[in-house]
């Protein structure tokens, strides 16, 4: 999820802010290329993926147990961080969004082969292309949907101590 500007002074988040949160996005661009390339390349993004959630998660989990605090509210608040973030991105950044764009390739690619005389190769870079466009227009109703069902679940298990504000 791309965070809204911060405000003078404040620290820029390296998975969030920068380039970096590209990386989550990995997975979809295998899958949107999925009939074009070898399967061990989709695998490759989703490991690509799936290493940005967790470096987050990780990185989360060390900002919250730097913040100054009696040391009883401590490990559960560096449990809630790497707890929050990684489910939060897990479902964001990668099995919602992969499973949408493999689907929508899917779909497309069926379509094309059954109303059209489009040769193959002209099929799957077509396919390729709807993937593509496809993957910002998901991203923010895919992060809204994650935010509310993680509030009205997960999140409500949290100490208060712990409870992390809005991905």
């Not at 959630?53 to 961080?81: C, H, M, N, W, Y």
């Not at 992060?143 to 208060?160: A, G, M, N, T």
Request: charge should be positive.
């Amino acid at each position: 999820m791309m965070s809204e500007p911060q405000p003078r002074g404040a620290e820029r988040d390296l998975y969030r802010d920068t380039w970096v949160r590209y990386l989550g996005y990995a997975n979809e661009v295998g899958e949107a290329f999925r009939s074009l390339v070898p399967a061990a390349v989709v695998w490759l993004s989703y490991g690509v993926a799936s290493s940005y959630v967790l470096a987050d998660a990780i990185d989360k989990g060390k900002k919250a147990g730097e913040v100054p605090s009696p040391e009883a509210g401590r490990s559960a608040r560096v449990t809630v961080a790497v707890v929050d973030t990684f489910v939060w991105q897990a479902l964001a950044s990668v099995a919602i969004p992969g499973f949408t764009i493999n689907r929508v390739c899917a779909a497309s690619l069926y379509v094309l082969g059954t109303a059209t005389r489009w040769p193959l190769a002209v099929r799957k870079w077509t396919t390729t292309a709807l993937g593509l466009l496809t993957i910002p227009i998901i991203i923010h109703p895919i992060d809204r949907s994650v935010d509310f069902l993680l509030d009205s679940s997960l999140r409500k298990l949290y100490p208060s101590v712990g409870k992390p504000s809005s991905s």
